[in-house]
């Protein structure tokens, strides 16, 4: 089915350790899209990747898009406290804009 | 502005109860999505509308759940009759969805149902 994977589930980092996860697709994506979810919260939007090789920053916060546009990652720098959360890829398979989205990456910092 | 609105926030149920769980989208989206989100799970997408018309309910579990959209401001989902199975947070998600197709959702803070 259509699907996303992204790894690691779960991401256990001393405050300071940086922090990636990463998405993959077997087939090519249209775009790419990063969500960040806090303990008892919602999805909130982070970012979205079009072009093949994109690399877009955010403060401490820095995403990549593949080259193929098929893998995306999310990487943190010097993690602290706020980062605490759930990080989301999603993905659009078609133009009706069906957005799925993949397990999530669980990242808890130890302070 | 406001933001999506869903409600209830919290909802306990028994079994065979009907649930029915409402949102508002934001004023100017014209696509709104029902996600539910489980540990195991993760966030499923149960159904999406383009200007009030479902698009695709393939992730709908069961004929127990029904979703509509009478107009651009409000949306239900309804599960009849709820199962234990059914205990979730149910999310909307709405978009101003543009020429690319590309959605940016705006969720809302969820509606925590259990099934009892």
């Known amino acids: 089915g259509q699907q996303v994977m992204q790894i690691p589930q779960y991401q256990h980092v001393q405050e300071g350790e940086d922090f990636t996860t990463y998405c993959n697709s077997s087939?090519?994506?249209?775009?790419i899209q990063w969500y960040k979810q806090r303990p008892g919260g919602h999805p909130v939007f982070l970012i979205q990747?079009?072009?093949?090789?994109e690399v877009k920053k955010q403060k401490r916060l820095t995403f990549q898009f593949g080259e193929a546009k098929k893998n995306s990652s999310l990487h943190i720098t010097a993690t602290q406290t706020t980062d605490v959360g759930t990080y989301f890829c999603?993905?659009?398979?078609?133009?009706?804009?069906?957005?799925?989205f993949g397990q999530g990456t669980e990242l808890s910092v130890k302070p | 502005d406001a933001g999506v609105i869903q409600s209830p926030r919290h909802e306990v149920t028994e079994m065979g109860q009907e649930v029915t769980l409402r949102c508002k989208p934001i004023?100017?989206?014209?696509?709104l999505f029902w996600y539910r989100q489980t540990m195991m799970r993760g966030l499923e997408l149960l159904i999406y509308?383009?200007?009030?018309?479902?698009?695709?309910d393939s992730g709908m579990p069961e004929d127990r759940f029904s979703a509509k959209m009478p107009n651009a401001s409000f949306s239900t989902l309804k599960i009849q009759p709820s199962e234990p199975r059914d205990s979730a947070v149910y999310f909307c998600?709405?978009?101003?969805?543009?020429?690319?197709?590309?959605?940016?959702?705006?969720f809302g803070a969820g509606s925590r149902l259990t099934v009892l």
């Open positions: 999603a993905v659009i398979y078609n133009q009706g804009g069906k957005l799925i």
């Open positions: 087939t090519t994506l249209s775009n």
């Open positions: 990747l079009v072009k093949s090789g």
């Open positions: 004023s100017g989206h014209n696509s």
């Open positions: 509308f383009n200007n009030n018309v479902p698009i695709d």
């Open positions: 998600a709405s978009a101003r969805r543009g020429f690319s197709g590309a959605n940016v959702l705006t």
